[in-house]
């Protein structure tokens, strides 16, 4: 018993569907890890800003200039 696979199957509009799936499928799949490679930056940027400023302020302390300020934005941990 074997199985021959037919030359119909080949050439099928089914087969040239699922092929423009398949790409379909793999462009959008780019595309929502382009986004979310561009939306983890800008959130990691926004998350990281009251932390530099903490630690501008903080050389500045060290170098002497006590009438530097940081200004507060949040009123979270860091804005405390």
């Known amino acids: 018993i074997g199985l021959v696979p037919s030359k ?3 050439s099928s509009p089914a087969k040239a ?6 790409h379909n499928y793999f462009m959008i799949t780019l595309l929502v890890i382009a ?3 561009i939306m983890a930056i800008v959130l990691s940027r926004h998350l ?7 630690v501008t302020g903080t050389d500045e302390l060290t ?9 507060s934005s949040s009123k979270d941990e ?3």
């Open 48 to 54: 990281i800003k009251p932390i530099k400023q903490i």
């Open 78 to 80: 860091l804005g405390t």
């Open 8 to 10: 119909l199957v080949q």
């Open 35 to 37: 986004l979310a490679f």
């Open 63 to 71: 170098k002497g200039n006590f009438a530097s300020r940081i200004s």
């Open 17 to 22: 569907f699922l092929a423009a799936q398949f």
